[in-house]
T-cell receptor, first 111, second 116 residues
């Protein structure tokens, strides 16, 4: 099955700086890579996703890059704000639509 | 956007009792739903895939007789935790697959189960 590794586990950044979270996956058949933001006690919220036929996608302050050859993908948040503080999960899935999640990154944005 | 609800949001029960959690897709039909379990400060772990009109498929290590799943309609899947014990206490989250949205999964708000 798919194995997704995520780093770092915690990330503290100064407000206004950028945050980068990296993930690797094991199954070369994986073709969809979503990123979720989860606040304490809440559901995961999709913030951006990328499919295997695209190398990069951007949505305002959030961008995701995908390197299929190396089997890794990254989340970039620019101009961080206190409301960006949360746990972020990367995930991957193949044609059976089962999501394999990374272990999560706790992001703290310092005001 | 697509909406998925879960009920109840919180439940406290005594050890040995059974608890049923409902997951509903409110504005779309979902042939496939998923059930996840999340321990504090941990990631989501897929427990099982719920398929409308057929048996659920369970991930390795998940007891199917312990966690009963029923997907009787295209908008409702239920998870029953049978003979619950304190170690079953967790945050249970469902998701529904929306084919019209390129098979994106939409998550329910989760159910916090506490077994005393």
């Amino acid at each position: 099955g798919e194995n997704v590794e995520q780093h770092p586990s915690t990330l503290s950044v100064q407000e206004g700086d950028s945050a980068v979270i990296k993930c690797t996956y094991s199954d070369s058949a994986s073709n969809y890579f979503p990123w979720y933001k989860q606040e304490l006690g809440k559901r995961p919220q999709l913030i951006i996703d990328i499919r295997s036929n695209v190398g990069e996608k951007k949505d305002q302050r959030i961008a995701v890059t995908l390197n299929k050859t190396a089997k890794h993908f990254s989340l970039h948040i620019t101009e961080t704000q206190p409301e960006d503080s949360a746990v972020y999960f990367c995930a991957a899935y193949t044609n059976d639509y089962k999501l394999s999640f990374g272990a999560g990154t706790t992001v703290t944005v310092r005001a | 956007g697509a909406v998925v609800s879960q009920h109840p949001s919180r439940v406290i029960c005594k050890s040995g009792t059974s608890v049923k959690i409902e997951c509903r897709s409110l504005d779309f039909q979902a042939t496939t739903m998923f059930w996840y379990r999340q321990f504090p400060k941990k990631s989501l772990m897929l427990m099982a895939t719920s398929n409308e009109g057929s048996k659920a498929t369970y991930e390795q290590g998940v007891e199917k007789d312990k966690f009963l799943i029923n997907h009787a309609s295209l908008t409702l899947s239920t998870l029953t935790v049978t003979s619950a014990h304190p170690e079953d206490s967790s945050f249970y989250i469902c998701s529904a697959l929306r084919e019209a949205s390129y098979n994106e999964q939409f998550f329910g708000p989760g159910t916090r189960l506490t077994v005393l």
